[in-house]
């Protein structure tokens, strides 16, 4: 049976009790709006921890100011229903009030992984995620916590703040869950039109293009990223936000394609910013 817990200190309690009866406990945070991707996460958790936890939080601080706060699709009576279906033990919807009191102003922040991609052109975005993961961290308590591949970058720097910080979790990542198409799930694609939806699906095609070019030995990290742009840009409604092509964890740029290599996206496809990724090891 699925127990809602909405107070901070009843899932400390619920925490500190399950831990007391040696059980391992799994963490997912989520925004909601729940698909295949959320799911894969957390059925991931149930099969490798005792006691799954799934967290729905909507989170503000990582919203800049003209971003979709407002407008985020919450569906929190569907999620329920999946969730119950699920199994899982826990659901925490904490609330913006009790996670952000009036005078809250302690944030933890990674430094250099932060400077790059979705850092760049949003910023404030992995100080707002960092924060609220830590805060997650400290009141579930959990042994694991699951992330996406899809959010490659904000999966890196969650590391990277577990492993610089002590923190007593493993953090474990998931691949990317797509649609039939190949379009990346993403509970933002509600905001596709039917042709930006068409359009959207460019961007799995592009990296699966770029990737064909580097096993063909293309080795020019610019050439291979004007050829993503022409294939994105040519579909109606898409505005390329970024396209990187970087070390997969420190997300610096070369001219040369290395070893392994990050492919990674933001497009603005309408109303909906989209990202992908893909790493392609050269052969
Ligand atoms: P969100 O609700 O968008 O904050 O995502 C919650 C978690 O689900 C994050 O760890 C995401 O990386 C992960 N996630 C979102 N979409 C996908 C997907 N298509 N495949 C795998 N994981 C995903």
Redesign the pocket.
């Known amino acids: 049976m699925m127990e809602i817990i909405t107070s901070i200190g009843e899932m400390k309690t619920w925490s500190r009790r399950i831990r007391d009866e040696g059980k391992v406990i799994g963490l997912t945070?989520?925004?909601?709006c729940l698909h295949e991707?959320?799911l894969?996460?957390i059925k991931a958790s149930i099969t490798e921890c005792d006691s799954t936890v799934v967290s729905i939080f909507v989170n503000p601080t990582q919203f800049g100011p003209d971003e979709d706060l407002g407008s985020y699709p919450r569906t929190l009576e569907a999620d329920k229903e999946v969730l119950r279906s699920a199994d899982i033990d826990v659901l925490f919807l904490p609330t913006k009030e009790d996670l952000y009191p009036d005078g809250f102003q302690s944030f933890v922040e990674v430094d250099n992984k932060t400077k790059y991609l979705c850092g760049k052109s949003r910023p404030g975005f992995f100080r707002g995620v960092t924060t609220i993961v830590l805060k997650l961290f400290n009141i579930v308590n959990p042994d694991t916590a699951f992330?996406?591949?899809?959010?490659r970058q904000?999966l890196e720097v969650i590391r990277t703040m577990v492993r610089d910080l002590n923190l007593n979790v493993t953090v474990t990542g998931?691949p990317?869950?797509r649609e039939d198409d190949g379009l990346?799930?993403?509970?933002r694609n509600r905001y596709l039109s039917e042709e930006g939806r068409l359009s959207a699906r460019s961007l799995s095609q592009a990296l699966e293009t770029a990737q064909t070019s580097i096993e063909q030995g293309e080795r020019s990290t610019e050439t291979i990223r004007n050829k993503i742009r022409q294939m994105i840009e040519k579909r109606n409604g898409t505005e390329v936000d970024y396209i990187s092509v970087c070390d997969p964890e420190d997300f610096s740029e070369h001219k040369e394609i290395r070893s392994k290599t990050l492919i990674a996206l933001a497009v603005r496809v309408g109303n909906a910013r989209l990202i992908d990724n893909r790493i392609v090891e050269r052969t």
């Not at 945070?29 to 909601?32: A, I, K, L, Q």
């Not at 992330?147 to 959010?151: A, H, L, N, S, V």
Request: glycine share 14%.
């Open positions: 945070p989520t925004m909601g991707g959320h894969s996460l992330f996406g591949e899809k959010d904000q998931k990317i869950v990346a799930m993403s509970s």
